[in-house]
């Protein structure tokens, strides 16, 4: 397929073909039936990064082909959403005539919201000069009519603000409406609708469970958040100190007091409550943690964490990398029974695909 482009009359079937591979891979874990959410077939990532080729006084974005590494010319890119896609072509038409901006400019990275923000860190090779921010924000009020948008400039030790690094996210959690933070050049769900139907899927499960909730990998407090309401109290840990900032201004900017976030790593974690210690300064005697809840890597979880995994009633699992998820649930079957599994279409027209697994503890 072309690089960059969508093909939304092939799109259902490249689906049907990833949820036949899955349903071939986890059949031998007794999932019966698979729950399949898909992606809009078009405009649907809100990340979109790309180099910038120059040539003269031309210069576009492009990317280059994973297997034979040529560059290709990006003139209109389909795959992310309407306001980064529309906005490209406009970006470069004004970068064109401001050569301060354009001058050794390397790379262009986009962040949007599923409410039409948008941010832009334009990315240098050389150190950029003093004027940058002033013409940087004369470029942002010469376009505010087309889209608001905020700057940002990038070098080797230097990232220079306009107005602001980060932008607010909107999402629409079955009844409720949740923001986050979403700082740039940090991790975030890159397909919103989709991210949005992962987390209708996780809060359905959880109306079901009781007592407290322990997260691992809980980045900007995607789940945390939005998983609040049916627990007491929820612990969520992460190693990134950007991430955690970012989660504890999520959970004062949407009104939650039973979420405490903590910086520990899943290893650390495990350590922790295998000596019966304490989980920083949380005293775990008083909590029903019941449930767990992990978003790892794609290198899944190490023994140490599927050991202390396996100890809960409920998992909740979402994976990025069927291939690791299918090793843990070898492990994880010997303690438990899958009772939900579902897939989401995170990256249309790629072999890549999110899972979502609910295991209960098996009663003797």
């Known amino acids: 397929m072309q690089l960059g482009q969508v093909f939304p009359a092939q799109y259902q079937a490249l689906l049907d073909s990833k949820v036949s591979e899955m349903q071939q891979l986890f059949r031998p874990f007794g999932i019966e039936q698979t729950e399949v959410y898909p992606s809009s077939p078009e405009h649907y990532r809100l990340r979109a990064e790309f180099r910038i080729w120059h040539e003269g006084d031309d210069m576009f974005h492009i990317m280059f082909d994973p297997i034979t590494k040529s560059k290709q010319r990006i003139d209109y890119f389909p795959i992310a959403c309407k306001t980064i896609a529309d906005f490209m072509p406009v970006l470069l038409d004004a970068l064109k005539k401001r050569p301060l ?82 700082i740039e050049n940090s991790f975030t769900q890159p397909n919103g609708e989709v991210n949005q139907q992962m987390l209708g899927w996780a809060c359905d499960i959880a109306k079901q469970l009781q007592g407290d909730l322990l997260e691992l990998y809980c980045g900007n407090g995607n789940f945390s958040l939005a998983l ?23 959970i004062t900017l949407n009104n939650i007091n039973n979420v405490q976030v903590l910086q520990m790593s899943a290893e650390d974690v495990s350590a922790a409550l295998a000596q019966g210690q304490k989980l920083k ?84």
């Open 228 to 250: 609040a309401p049916y627990f007491n109290q929820v612990i969520a840990t992460e190693i990134a100190r950007s991430s955690i900032r970012c989660a504890e201004h999520n």
């Open 101 to 182: 901006l354009r001058n050794r400019l390397y790379q262009i990275d986009y962040l949007a919201s599923l409410t039409g923000e948008l941010l832009v860190s334009l990315i240098y090779k050389k150190p950029i000069p003093a004027e940058w921010q002033a013409e940087a924000a004369a470029l942002k009020a010469e376009l505010s009519s087309i889209q608001h948008v905020d700057f940002i400039g990038r070098a080797r030790k230097q990232k220079i603000l306009v107005d602001r690094d980060h932008l607010i996210e909107t999402l629409q959690v079955q009844n409720r409406q949740l923001q986050y933070q979403q």
């Open 281 to 364: 300064s949380i005293d775990l005697a008083g909590l029903a943690l019941n449930t767990i809840l992990v978003d790892p890597p794609r290198a899944g979880l190490d023994p140490a964490t599927e050991q202390l995994v396996s100890r809960f009633e409920d998992i909740i699992y979402i994976s990025c990398n069927p291939q690791t998820l299918a090793l843990n649930l070898e492990t994880l079957c010997k303690t438990h029974q899958v009772q939900q599994f579902a897939l989401f279409d995170q990256f249309p027209y790629t072999h890549h695909i999110e899972c979502g697994v609910w295991l209960k503890k098996i009663t003797l």
